[in-house]
């Protein structure tokens, strides 16, 4: 056996150990014995249908509430078994529970579940019956501790509910904390507990109980632990000589385009092919071993997957440090390939040799020229490092960076992760003078726990951005199919991001501002009131409406700061919050503006700039200006430079002082409405 569920009694006895409130109950299996039982346990009770075959005893009509003598307890009796029989006449029937009726209370959610990928999530909402209508419900990963489990509480929109809405009695909110705190003890104890709904626990003014609890047990329930991972050296990503196995002269082969690329690595670089004496103009070797270099540092390998192998032996010989194997038909195709890829795992340990790939696009790591992929061009140095689950998606996004003037420490593509994995890249771009902020693209994770205690590590110190595929249920059945292992669901991502201090966005774009906004030495808004400075009267309307969607607070300016605006500004400014400067705005209107508001920045936390083009103001007064007020204040300032092409001076200024200059509105709230989420866990409406 490996799934069973807890019968209801089962289920309260389990609940009690750990101090989790229930009805007082008792199990009959006759109709006669009801009515006596009924009475002993004291009027009213509620009586249930007791069956490992229904899992819902209300769609079965087996639960009958409001029982207050002993002959409607005999009948209710006989009405649920026949209901139960009537509702599926295989049902084994183990009798009919009889409990106090507790009294009608807040009706609260308990849940816990085993993720596939970060293992027990414990979740807690508004219950009964609208639990699937409302989604109210907050997640946490467990272990969470006392305060944690205060924020699940005080998270959920209903929460005025527990305070107590409308005149009805504050809730015993103490004792919630405390069943909640329970819960997590039990989960965490029990470890033959895969997942359970106490769905209602009533709370009450003061106390509470759980009045039913459906609880699955599983004896083969398979956690990953955390495993300690040999860190790679750190010279290995700073190669100095490169080989190319199946470098080739033919334009239509991989081996052509790779060592194309590689021309331009100011280290060595040696093809190897057995059938020609150059490649690409330069001498080529039979096999690396052929290579009178004593060392050779990488190896980028493009052979057919059935001669890597023999190739990876060669190269751990030659002391290669890390092979690069583009090469796919590993274990993304079949049963077989998977048990190529253990054998070049095998094979390249055994020599201390580290694998990138297979099936990757490679690795660029344009600080040093080494670009070992066959992207039409290569991208520029710079301080992101892009680690990435897609190489189409790496090869976009190079493309895409050639024109936007964004740079990379390093790009990975990292394939099958058959030996080298996220956790490495991520700690190699940790320990990466070079990198200032790391961008991962990520379709699943296999060991969620150890993915957030190295990320965890690494986002203290350096922005860690992760844009993650598979939110929609399509998505991650997508997911599954690709690579054939079950990803945990994407709430529990969204949390463990959150708590690894990883920023998730939904887009590449947004993936981009962000990093750029977070390797600004301001980092993130030391809170969450915001001041708008506009000359365009419309956006300051839409400024308004995102601020409210993305959960920036706008504030309201105090008198004496509209009195100091007031001495240089047209006498119908709108003496308010966006600070409408009106279209005929100077660059002196500006300066002035900006010197009011950094005077007065105990007032504010982020300052947003939005301008369009004109000819009284150009892009690049504009751009100065801001900068200036950005070094006059540590507080955050988010420009927007709206328009066309007229703007882009404006924005390559801004861009150079590391200050992203948004191109869209929508695209600058909602970037920051992800930054305050993560720190402050604000939940707005338009950010997940
Ligand atoms: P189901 O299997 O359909 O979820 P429940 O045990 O939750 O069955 O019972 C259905 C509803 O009956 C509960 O949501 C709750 O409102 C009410 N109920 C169940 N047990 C009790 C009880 N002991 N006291 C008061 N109300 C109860
Ligand atoms: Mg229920």
Redesign the pocket.
Known sequence: MTEWMLS?SDGYDLLSKYGIPT?KYKIVTRAEDAGSTAEAIGFPV?M?IMSPDI?????AG??I?GIGTKEAAQSAFNQIVANARAYNQNADIHGVII????APGL?LIIGGKTDPTFGKVITFGIG??LVELMKDVTLRILPIDEDEIRRMVTDIDSYPLITGYRGSKPKDEECLIQIIKNVCKMFEDQKDLREFDI??IRLYDSGACA??A?IIMDDDIHLLDVVELEPVPPEYFRPKSVAVIGASDDTSKMGYAVMHNLLHFPGKVYPINNKRDTIQGLQAYPTILDVPDEEIDLAVITVPARHVPGVMEECGKKGVKIAVVITAGFKEMSEEGAMLEERIVQIAHRYGTRIVGPNCLGLIIPPIGLDTTYVAQSPNPGNIAFISQSGAIVNTVVDWSLTKDIGFSLVVSVGNQADLNFFDYLRAAAADPETKVIIMYIEQIKNGKAFMEIVSEVSRHKPVVALKAGSSARGQAAAASHTGSLSGSYDVYIEAFRKSGVLLVHTLTGAFLAAEMLSHPKRYPKGRRAIVVTNAGGFAVLSSDYSERYGVKMIDLPDYLVKELDSFLPEFWNRGNPVDLLGDATEGRFEKTFEVLAKNDALWDMCFIVGFPNNILSSEQLANQILKFSKSTDKRIIPTLLGGASMDRGRNILHAQNIPSFEELDMMYRVVGRLLYQIYRVKAQGVY
Do not use: F, L
Not at 55 to 59: L, N, P, R
Not at 99 to 102: G, Y
């Open positions: 209801e009805p509620v249930k899992v819902h005893k209300s769609d087996g639960v509430v409990e106090n009726q507790a009706e009964g019956t769905n209602p009045v039913d459906r």
